[in-house]
Each structure stands twice: as C-alpha cells, then as structure tokens.
C-alpha cells in the first residue's frame, strides 16, 4: 500500500454527504479470413430524494423532419457491400463513440469530431435531439444513465454535460480537465469520470454533489464501476491500477511495480459477479486480478509477444498493445483484442491459450453476446465480426463503413450492432444467426 499522499483521500470538494452504496485441451488453432446481473442493493439515504419515476419514452419522431441519406463526399477506402439496416448521418466528422439506452434499447447517443452529441432512434434512425449547446472539443464520451432518464456527453478538454431525455433539456455540466473516459453509476444517478491529471471524479446528478479520488500525477486513462456498485477500478497512465472505495474515498488496493503494468492502461473490465478485474496496456500484457485481495492471479500475453523480452518501465511496445477485453459469461473464458489483429481466447481454469484468431487490421473494440459463448470484435478495416470462442471459428461479419469502426454497441438481445465511424457515420446493422 502506498503513502498517503499518493493514494490520497477524498479530495476538498464538495462532499456526497455520507455517500454508500448498499445498495479437455485443444490445440490453438490461427483462424485466417477470407477478404443475470446481480441482485439491486439497496440505495443510500441520501439518494432517497432522486425521482426514479419511469418517464414512458417518446416514440414521436422529430418534429423537424430529418432525411437521413448518406453523406455526399465522404472519401472512404474500403469499397463494398452495405450490411446496415439503418445509416445515422448527421455527423459531419469521424463520430467516436455510441451508446444504447439500457432500458429498452431503443435509442442511441453518438458523439463525434464536430463537436456534437446526437440522440436518435435505432429503429429508423430518426433524431430525436441534438445536445447542442457547449461542446467546443470532439465529443468522446457518452451514455445513458442506469433507468434512461438522463444521457451524459463529455468532450475531450473536459466539459460534461447532462440532458434529460423526456425533456430534451440540459439538467447539469461541469468542467473537470481533459477527459479520458466517463461512465454512469449501474444503480444511481451518478456519472464518474478519468481525467488526465490523475483524478477520478464522482457527481450525483443534477445536484452535482462531488467526490474526488486523487491518483498518481498521470492521467488516469481508463475505469470500471464493479458491478456491486460500492467500488471502482481505475487504470493509470504510469502502469498502476487502483480499487477504489466509492463510499469512504480511498484505494482499497494498488497495484504496481512488478505486480502493476510496464505501460499505460488502455482498458479494464470485470466479470459477471465483479470478483475478477481483467486489465489491458501498451505492455502487451492482460492481468487477471482477484478484485477482493488486489492480488493478481493470472497473467496472459499472446503467442507474438510471448517469446519477445519484458518491456522496461515506461517502455511501450511499438506494434502492439491490448486494445480490448472482456470476460463470458456462460464459460470461464476471457478475450483479448490487440491492434496487430489478433483476437486471443484465453481459458481461465487453465490459464491457457484456447484459441487465436487472426484479422486483417487491429481490433479496436470486443463485446460478449450476454448468455452465449459468442464474441463481437470491431476493426480497423471497417467490418463487425462474430467469433464462436468455443471453436475459434468465425461466424459471420458485416460490412458497410467507408472508413474504420471506432466504437461499437450490442443490444441486450444481440439482435441489433450499432457502429461508429471515421466515415462520418453510424451504423445499425441486424445480427441474424442460424444457429439461435
């Protein structure tokens, strides 16, 4: 554990009052291609005055009207077939990012380079508003809140703004310093976010009661809520990874040095139960991490990393890095994506490789379907692919973007892939599959 001025209590802002959350071996095998959550706790007292009213969802569309044709003028290089049910095209630069509204599913928030922040509708691509107002820097965060009343966007010098979805109106903003990543409470109205001189920030919203929680003096470049609700995990620039206590304010665990990462984090996710932390970096490493002793209980690095040495401290590797990851949830089965395109299967009984599968560029983001054994990566080449991590076998995939896929979303069915890209569009793709 570290002292306490770099670890850092809650931070002289105004505090949450007494903020609590109860609240058989195979061999791997190279694929080539072809050119239940947990159970609610219970809410702190002081979030008793939020209104949890479920507002029925608008389904009118937007009064102005929008035809959403394809953009003239869009230079793309990757030429072909158009897999996509529905183009959003408002956008008039690369859009960095989407979201779905986690109560039904049937709207999505995107951002992009031109500054704007779009909430629209999947089933036709209809805009239902624009959060207009503010942004001057591309917006690179955005999300729904736990119940879909409020969607959240931040941009990258580090204004956060908040709008109500039933009223169309902004409800809160804030500005923190340059933001690296954002995301909303799973069970409370309360958005935290990464910032790049070390702090995680936590707000209630609207009434923006603050906490902060101080890291080492380097961004803090990537972070998960565990599903309890009651911590967080928050990756460093400087390869540290720190478990943070929401409710009094400081790390319960840090990890460095030999046990932390030799490079910047890119990525964190947790397991269905949040007792296992799964983190990325430029190291080429994935650890596996007991979120209960802080202890890391597994690494993995792919086969084209393996044989290479160890990087120094703050050395990163120059053409490769994990990008993404994330664990199944039906088979003890965890995924690795690496911008040289690799997709890595790792079992974690054994702590073996189970399956590498190739793709023509980098992976920028994977997705477990929820209840299957099935993994959706997105890539650098413009195309969605479904892998079956059981067999290593791809699936299926679909194309339709000009240009890279930056961000990506699943519905809670794996009925609906909605894209992002640097075409300037978004993209809703339909998921058919024989095998459901």
């Known amino acids: 554990m570290e002292s306490e001025s770099e670890s850092g209590a809650a931070a002289d802002t105004p505090p949450l009052e007494t903020l609590s959350f109860h609240g058989d071996e195979e061999i791997i095998e190279v694929v080539e291609l072809d050119p239940g959550p947990p159970d609610p706790d219970d809410l702190a007292q002081e979030m008793e005055d939020v209104d949890f009213e479920e507002e029925e969802e608008e389904e009118e ?31 008039s630069a690369s859009v960095f990012c989407v979201s779905l509204d986690p109560k039904t599913n049937a709207l999505a928030v995107t951002g992009g380079e031109d500054d704007k922040a779009f909430v629209w509708r999947l089933s036709d691509g209809e805009l239902l508003f624009e959060c207009a107002e503010g942004h001057k820097d591309s917006v690179t965060c955005a999300g729904f809140s736990h119940d879909s009343t409020l969607v959240a966007t931040g941009d990258m010098s580090g204004l956060l703004k908040v709008w109500q979805v039933d009223t169309k109106e902004e409800v809160w903003s804030f500005e923190a310093g340059d933001l690296e990543w954002m995301e909303w409470h799973p069970r409370a109205p309360i958005l935290l976010a990464g910032t790049a001189d070390g702090n995680t920030w936590m707000w209630k919203v609207p009434s923006g009661d603050c906490k902060t929680f101080q890291g080492p003096n380097c961004p803090a470049t990537c972070g998960r809520v565990l599903p309890d609700g009651k911590r967080a995990v928050v990756g460093y620039e400087d390869g540290t990874i720190r478990i943070w206590d929401l409710k009094q304010g400081n790390p319960i665990h840090v990890l460095k040095g030999t046990e932390g990462h030799q490079g910047p984090l890119t990525c964190v996710a947790t397991n269905q139960d949040g007792s296992l932390i799964l983190t990325g ?71 073996t490789l189970r399956h590498q599968c190739q793709h023509q560029s980098g992976i920028v983001q994977l997705l477990w379907e929820a209840g299957t054994a099935v993994v959706y990566t997105c890539s650098l080449d413009g195309i969605v692919r479904l892998w079956d991590a059981r067999t290593g076998r791809l699936l299926t995939d679909y194309r339709g973007h000009t240009a890279e896929i930056l961000d990506f979303a699943l519905s809670k069915d794996a009925s609906l892939v909605v894209t992002t890209s640097g075409d300037h569009k978004a993209k809703v793709f339909c998921v058919q599959r024989p095998d459901r």
Request: charged share 20%; net charge negative.
């Open 61 to 91: 569309g937007n009064e102005e009207g929008w035809v959403l044709e394809p953009q003239e003028g869009v230079v793309g290089s990757m030429e072909g077939p158009d897999d996509s049910e529905v183009t959003f095209a408002l956008h």
């Open 281 to 351: 970096s430029v190291d080429c490493q994935a650890k596996l991490v007991s979120a209960t002793t802080g202890k890391v209980v597994g690494v993995f690095r792919p086969e084209s990393v393996a044989s290479q040495p160890n990087l120094g401290e703050g050395e990163e590797s120059e053409s490769n890095s994990v990008e993404s990851l994330g664990f199944c949830s039906v088979m003890p089965l965890a995924a690795v994506g690496y911008l040289d395109g690799t997709l890595a299967i790792y079992d974690l009984s054994t702590q």
